[in-house]
């Protein structure tokens, strides 16, 4: 199966569709066979990788497109990647790994065993721009 995502004029990503190999054994013979029977422009079809998260393949494979699309993320054209919705406002994109990342990076890895037994965890502070340990 083949997955394409449809994208709005605005690059917003409004569903995605599974279309079988034998009707899309090219993206460009998939985009037609959608555009055809979906009555949506060919281009606004952009097909997406259902086993790529992160930019890594899921069974080992090439990733594609830096995501599997899903309903509300961005296509982004320059650099052929699926962007989940931001979590935060102050989030940038981390192209190489086509992830979201805090301005300061990820999240310590510092907890000690006692506090992992506990359940604290980080959790991003947007006012503070800071990681701020939780615990339950």
Known sequence: MAHFAKISEENIVLTVLRVNDEDAPTEAAGQQHLET?????????????????????????????????????????SNQIFWPEKGFPSWVKDIPNAKWVSPIGDAPDNLTDE?????????????GQSWDKTTP
């Open 37 to 77: 029977h979906n009555n949506w422009p060919a281009n606004l079809w952009i097909q997406t990788s259902y086993n790529t998260w992160k930019n890594q393949h899921k069974q080992g494979g090439t990733p594609f497109r830096g995501n599997y699309a899903t309903i509300g993320a961005e296509w982004d054209s």
């Open 115 to 127: 506090e992992k037994s506990a359940g604290t965890f980080y959790t991003w502070n947007e006012v």
